[in-house]
């Protein structure tokens, strides 16, 4: 098995730089995007396979816009269930009713 090349693994900091963090908040942040994000882990040396932190960057947006424009479409449809009923009670029962 061949050995990685320092090409092949990023520092924290390297890392941190790609997220547009700083290395600070990556520290803080690191161990919920591994639990719950599905960030990759660090090698037993503390380093990251490049290849897997890029593919994770190139998916993890398009998984957010995903779950946002889910949220949001759901909140959608709540306001327009929202305002059909608010209509129809209007229409039905009028605005004098008791």
Do not use: C
Request: charged content about 25%; hydrophobic content about 40%.
């Amino acid at each position: 098995m061949n050995p990685a090349t320092n090409d092949q693994l990023l520092k924290s900091k390297e890392v941190a730089s790609l997220l547009g963090w700083t290395p600070e908040t990556f520290s803080r942040h690191k161990k919920r995007l591994i639990a719950t994000e599905g960030f990759p882990a660090p090698l037993p040396s503390r380093r990251y396979w490049r290849a897997a932190v890029m593919r994770w960057i190139d998916t993890y947006g398009d998984k957010k816009a995903a779950a946002i424009a889910s949220v949001h479409g759901k909140s959608i449809a709540s306001i327009r269930v929202h305002d059909d009923r608010q209509a129809l009670t209007e229409k039905y029962v009028g605005s004098n009713a008791a």
